[in-house]
């Protein structure tokens, strides 16, 4: 969408229910469900409190997380979706 004006028009005028605001809405609670999951990962969390039924011994090898980037990009998507908003 960003730097297309055409495909911009395209997009907003398809999107269902709450339009934009809806948009906004699913990727600011996207990103708050990516944060949680990137912060399990570091963790080295393996299951959820309710996913215990699986006893195994499997090792699950660490990650190192460096998340920071991917951070700043979905902070970028949303200020540009608020932009379109005031535009």
Known sequence: MRGSTANQDI????LPGAGLEGLIRHAREFVGLY???MARVARGERH???DTEDN???DIPQIQVKDGATQDVAQDIIKFLEGL???
Do not use: G, P, Q, R
């Not at 997009?11 to 398809?14: A, C, G, P, R």
């Open 11 to 14: 997009i907003l005028d398809v």
């Open 35 to 37: 944060a949680e999951f």
């Open 48 to 50: 959820d409190a309710e």
């Open 56 to 58: 195994s011994e499997e």
């Open 85 to 87: 908003m005031d535009a």
